[in-house]
């Protein structure tokens, strides 16, 4: 494994990975698999299965992994990234100029830098994650020392708070005290 140097705009050796990632992608797996086999099932029931209705549920399964599968959130000193199936944004959180929440059917975190990279995340990952917070939140105050961070202070305020209760009832229910 090649190691990055700073210099060079790599991401550093050391980084924060989503712990969930990997039971949540195997999550996405399973679902589109039952659904291919309750759809084959059917289709064998009723007499009517046929090759093209075999790629046709391979295509719905397909479809249903690719809005199951979740973005793997990774992080390091100054950077953070999103990766889905086909794209990866990256955003440098030490020169982040924006932090907003999205409210809608799911929350969402925006996170925009200086030089238009744009992530949007669920903050579920960053509470789930302290790691990931940790370097986020570093490197966000370093942009708002620097004036860099023109909105979002309440936004991370917020979520270092929910970070910080999540933590402590984790603490709590480990050491027996909840």
């Not at 039971?23 to 698999?33: G, I, N």
């Not at 009517?48 to 992994?65: E, I, K, N, P, S």
């Not at 990234?81 to 907003?100: D, G, Y």
């Not at 939140?137 to 979002?152: P, T």
Request: one cysteine or more; a positive charge.
């Amino acid at each position: 494994m090649a190691r990055h140097d700073k210099a060079q705009g790599g991401p550093p050796a050391e980084g924060a990975n989503d712990r969930q990632w990997a039971q949540e992608l195997m999550s996405s797996v399973r679902c589109a698999a039952v659904l291919f086999a309750l759809l084959l099932v059917v289709d064998w029931g009723t007499g009517r299965l046929a090759l093209w209705r075999t790629a046709l549920w391979v295509a719905l399964a397909g479809l249903l992994f690719g809005v199951l599968c979740p973005a793997r959130v990774t992080a390091g000193e100054g950077w953070l990234s999103s990766r889905r199936l086909l794209r990866e944004r990256r955003v440098r959180t030490n020169a982040l100029v924006s932090v907003r929440c999205l409210d809608g059917i799911s929350q969402r975190l925006l996170l925009r830098d200086a030089f238009g990279g744009r992530v949007e995340l669920d903050p579920e990952v960053l509470v789930a994650n302290p790691r990931l917070w940790y370097r986020l939140e570093e490197d966000a105050r370093k942009s708002a020392a620097d004036g860099m961070l023109l909105c979002g202070g309440t936004a991370l305020r917020l979520l270092s708070q929910r970070v910080d209760r999540e933590t402590a009832r984790a603490v709590f229910k480990a050491s027996g005290l909840e």
